[in-house]
């Protein structure tokens, strides 16, 4: 009798076993992974750094593929931009040179961008056009003018150049930063190629005067420092060397302490 009991518990173990592997089965997930050898790394990656569940992450696989990521994610990081609203930064590629903005809601991808090319967005509009700025006192100009002088940059925390092709590689950079302080960053190119920096944060571009363009030593090296305004904002921005072709992007954090 007591065979018979263990044998009926092993099978009713059996179908409950059967019944999720087939719930799981009947997500989009099934088509993905046999037309992407990269799909389950993804979603595993998804899951755990963006708390989705396996649905979610599946959905979100999709959404990255009608974006054009289609390899290997990398790295995931969770960030916040100048406005102070959450975000997911992914790398992806074996040298971590490319990466995208992805916003979550309630476990939803509602945003996809690299810079300021919008690849995805919820709404639908595939452009975003900043509203009317509204007409502002004296006071709220000036206000505005010296954020603008006094917003340094911070630091990067992941972005690396391109690999191949004379490409750009960050070398270092100062993050996170105290506002106040003053931050560098360091970058390998092409030797005798100019590079340019631009240091964005909340919805402006830093006026600092030391952001200049510069000219690659022998060895490809370029160094910028600059004060970190004193009333910057503290969160992460976003700081973009380009020249001879390339780009790169990279990410850094202001501290009020």
Do not use: H
Not at 134 to 141: F, G, L, M, R, V
Not at 172 to 199: D, F, L, N, Q
Request: aromatic share 8%; with cysteine.
């Amino acid at each position: 009798m007591k065979k018979i009991a263990a044998v009926l518990l092993l099978l009713a173990l059996g179908l409950v076993g059967c019944s999720q592997e087939k719930s799981y089965d009947g997500l989009r997930s099934s088509e993905y992974r046999s037309a992407y050898d990269f799909y389950d790394a993804n979603v595993q990656a998804m899951m755990e750094s963006m708390k989705l569940d396996a649905q979610q992450a599946d959905a979100a696989f999709g959404r990255l593929l009608d974006a054009g990521i289609r390899e290997e994610i990398s790295n995931i990081i969770q960030m916040s931009d100048g406005l102070g609203q959450s975000y997911y930064r992914i790398w992806w590629g074996e040298d971590y040179s490319t990466s995208a903005e992805v916003y979550i809601e309630d476990g939803t991808v509602t945003k996809i961008s690299v810079g300021e090319d919008i690849l995805y967005d919820e709404s639908g509009s595939e452009t975003t056009e900043e509203d009317p700025v509204p007409a502002q006192t004296d006071d709220e100009t000036q206000e505005r003018e010296n954020e603008s002088e006094e917003s340094g940059s911070a630091q990067p925390q992941s972005d690396s150049g391109t690999g191949d092709g004379g490409g750009i590689v960050l070398q270092s950079v100062t993050s996170p930063i105290k506002r106040g302080g003053t931050a560098s960053i360091e970058i390998c190119g092409t030797p005798g190629v100019e590079y340019s920096i631009v240091v964005r944060y909340s919805s402006s571009v830093s006026k600092a005067s030391d952001l200049v363009p510069k000219i690659a030593d022998a060895n490809g090296i370029v160094v910028w420092e600059w004060r970190v305004g004193s009333r910057t904002k503290p969160g992460t921005y976003t700081i973009t060397v380009t020249g001879g072709g390339d780009t790169l992007e990279a990410a850094f954090t202001v501290t009020d302490q």
